[in-house]
């Protein structure tokens, strides 16, 4: 049974730091792709980054390149969002997924239900 479980959300104020962490089971994160997606109020849930299952390939969506920094710890089996210059405009809850395809051009919304963690709020203000 696949489980992923989100940590490390806060509040933070704008310029600072968050690094989430998604500890996976009933699969193997350096076995298959993974990501980090994200949802603010009223809008559709969307890709931050993915991460390819070799570990060697990455996608970000252009509002976290050069901010933030998708990585994983095999030992673990966790995987990462080092997210850097907050913006208030990160806040959402942010979500961690193993995807069930890699692409090299977007990072691509898993459709079962069990490919995703709970959520964790990120919220970003002074």
């Given at each position: 049974?696949?489980?992923?479980?989100?940590?490390?959300?806060?509040?933070?104020?704008?310029?600072?730091?968050?690094?989430?962490?998604?500890?996976?089971?009933?699969?193997?994160?350096?076995?298959?792709?993974?990501?980090?997606?994200?949802?603010?109020?009223?809008?559709?849930?969307?890709?931050?980054?993915?991460?390819?299952?070799?570990?060697?390939?990455?996608?970000?969506?252009?509002?976290?390149?050069?901010?933030?920094t998708i990585s994983r710890?095999?030992?673990?089996?966790?995987?990462?969002?080092?997210?850097?210059?907050?913006?208030?405009?990160?806040?959402?809850?942010?979500?961690?997924?193993?995807?069930?395809?890699?692409?090299?051009?977007?990072?691509?919304?898993?459709?079962?239900?069990?490919?995703?963690?709970?959520?964790?709020?990120?919220?970003?203000?002074?």
């Open positions: 049974q696949l489980q992923l479980v989100e940590s490390g959300g806060g509040l933070v104020q704008p310029g600072g730091s968050l690094r989430l962490s998604c500890a996976a089971s009933g699969f193997t994160v350096e076995r298959n792709p993974i990501g980090w997606f994200r949802q603010a109020p009223g809008k559709r849930r969307e890709e931050v980054s993915c991460l390819s299952s070799d570990g060697v390939s990455t996608n970000y969506a252009d509002s976290a390149k050069g901010r933030f710890d095999n030992a673990k089996n966790t995987f990462y969002l080092q997210m850097n210059s907050l913006k208030p405009e990160d806040t959402a809850v942010y979500y961690c997924a193993r995807l069930q395809y890699w692409s090299a051009y977007r990072c691509y919304l898993p459709t079962q239900n069990d490919y995703w963690g709970q959520g964790t709020q990120v919220t970003v203000s002074s």
